[in-house]
């Protein structure tokens, strides 16, 4: 049976992750208006996945297992954060030499 919501507050991932991705709402912030991840806590890794991945289907994931795909996915996007601004400062270069 596949992860899907926050059981607590009867929250879907679908439902966060319009919400989230409508005001472009970060973790802190989503809690901090739908109540998610406030009850007993186990969604939140899921929920912190949901915003890395935009996957809202979960299997049941151990929290070392979890721990790893979020770090992986942190590491992803600082990653091409890093690439990112890399590519701004060699276009800024670019334009004033
Ligand atoms: S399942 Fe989300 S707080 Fe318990």
Known sequence: MPVTR??????????LKRRADAES??????????????GCGMCEPYIQLMLLTGETRFRVLNSTIMK????????????????NEASSA??????TA
């Open 25 to 38: 709402l970060s973790l802190d912030e989503l809690k901090e208006r739908t109540r998610c991840a406030t």
């Open 90 to 95: 060699m276009n800024s270069s670019r334009q």
């Open 68 to 83: 790893i795909q979020i770090q992986k996915h942190l590491a992803q996007r600082a990653a091409q954060n890093m690439l």
């Open 6 to 15: 926050c059981v607590c507050h009867n929250l879907s991932f679908d439902e």
